[in-house]
């Protein structure tokens, strides 16, 4: 069932335009048709009453819980090409609560911050289309373009740096990762060009762990996609046994 992201306004759902073009001219949706709607963080099932005008009624509200016992911010320095759409959009998939781009020394992409509304709109969009697929209830948040100096500011329980010569090996992750239920976490991982030894140190003197993401070196997308599969799995598993590892 298509699942659509609204907005309440003074206890009525609102609908944008474009998403009742989409229910009505592209799904093909009729009077009758049950669609979800997500409003304040809250799923509702609903049927359409009238195409034109655009009226639906609320059948019941759903009790579901499609988010992560946890935060997780993914804090992604700024790769080439269009990398960023996917990662955006798997990090929705995937639980991601934030991502904060981050300008490192070995970008070879920028975006200044004079472009970035702009490129915002497409981002949003994304977000909004990927989380409607994978049935969230929260929207992620895309939140700044910071230097790297700034990655301090940005508070965790936990913080980590995805270096490929870390001294840490695949199997401490057991350890780092568990007990990550309703805690913030934030996992820095680098563009192409990964991160020089300067800018390590400098994000364990901000509180944050090097660790390897295994023994062959991966492209900066793919660390994104397997380190947030890894916390995601971690919060989610309410009952685990690390006695086996």
């Known amino acids: 069932m298509q699942r659509y992201f609204a907005e309440m306004k003074d206890g009525n759902i609102i609908l944008e335009q474009d998403d009742i073009f989409h229910i009505v001219k592209v799904m093909r949706n009729s009077v009758g048709s049950v669609i979800q709607l997500v409003a304040d963080n809250?799923?509702?099932?609903v049927k359409i009453t009238s195409i034109n005008p655009f009226k639906f009624e609320v059948i019941k509200s759903?009790?579901?819980?499609?988010?992560?016992?946890g935060y997780i911010r993914l804090l992604y320095c700024l790769p080439k090409g269009e990398k960023l759409d996917i990662v955006i959009q798997k990090a929705v998939e995937l639980g991601a609560s934030e991502i904060v781009l981050v300008n490192s020394?070995?970008?070879?992409?920028?975006?200044?911050?004079?472009?970035y509304s702009s490129k915002l709109v497409r981002f949003n969009k994304i977000i909004k289309e990927a989380s409607e697929q994978s049935k969230r209830s929260n929207l992620?948040?895309?939140?700044?373009?910071?230097?790297?100096?700034?990655?301090?500011?940005?508070?965790?329980?936990?913080?980590?740096?995805?270096?490929?010569?870390?001294d840490s090996n695949i199997s401490s992750l057991y350890d780092d990762f568990k007990g990550?239920?309703?805690?913030?976490?934030?996992?820095?991982?680098?563009?192409?060009?990964?991160?020089?030894?300067?800018?390590?140190?400098?994000?364990?003197?901000?509180g944050y762990k090097s660790?390897?993401?295994?023994?062959?070196?991966?492209?900066?997308?793919?660390?994104?996609?397997?380190?947030?599969?890894?916390?995601?799995?971690?919060?989610?598993?309410?009952i685990w046994n690390y006695s086996k590892f």
């Open 211 to 238: 660790i390897s993401l295994g023994k062959r070196i991966l492209r900066s997308e793919t660390s994104c996609f397997y380190v947030l599969s890894l916390l995601s799995f971690f919060m989610e598993s309410k």
């Open 42 to 45: 809250k799923a509702y099932e």
């Open 105 to 115: 020394s070995r970008c070879i992409k920028k975006i200044k911050k004079d472009d």
């Open 62 to 69: 759903l009790d579901e819980d499609p988010e992560l016992d």
């Open 140 to 166: 992620m948040k895309l939140t700044d373009i910071i230097d790297y100096k700034d990655i301090g500011k940005y508070k965790a329980d936990k913080s980590f740096i995805a270096y490929e010569l870390s």
């Open 180 to 206: 990550i239920h309703g805690k913030t976490i934030n996992i820095l991982v680098g563009s192409e060009g990964g991160f020089s030894a300067e800018e390590v140190d400098y994000a364990i003197k901000c």
